[in-house]
């Protein structure tokens, strides 16, 4: 399956975004599809992931804030972002991956599939 991420861009803090990440390749449904985020000088994190039952699995520092969602018709997966924070500043990337359990989620090592990235800018 490709990726393609897109939405990223300039907000200020409060403000909205969001992310898009259109597949296509082998059949979609069948994938798990994450958010992870990397800011300059930081590891990359895990932001949240919907598995193919249509449970929705947060890291902390986005509970309350974000929502992932999946539109099956159109292939894409989404990340709103609201209340945005300085600190959201990072590169966000999709991934999928068709065998994921919930004690892998959270380790980009355990995604098969990768998007490019599309940078979030947060001001102050």
């Known amino acids: 399956v490709q990726l393609q991420a897109s939405g990223g861009g300039l907000v200020q803090a409060g403000g909205s975004l969001r992310l898009s990440c259109a597949a296509s390749?082998?059949?979609?449904?069948?994938?798990?599809m994450g958010w992870f985020r990397q800011a300059p000088g930081k590891e990359r994190e895990f932001v949240a992931a919907l598995f193919r039952s249509g449970n929705a699995y947060y890291g902390d520092s986005v509970k309350g804030r974000f929502t992932i969602s999946r539109d099956k018709a159109k292939n894409t997966v989404y990340l709103q972002m609201n209340t945005l924070r300085p600190e959201d500043t990072a590169v966000y990337y999709c991934?999928?991956?068709?065998?994921?359990?919930?004690?892998?989620?959270?380790?980009?090592?355990?995604?098969?599939?990768w998007g490019q990235g599309t940078l979030v800018t947060v001001s102050s």
């Open positions: 390749g082998r059949t979609f449904s069948r994938y798990t």
């Open positions: 991934a999928a991956d068709s065998s994921l359990i919930l004690s892998s989620l959270m380790r980009s090592s355990e995604y098969d599939y």
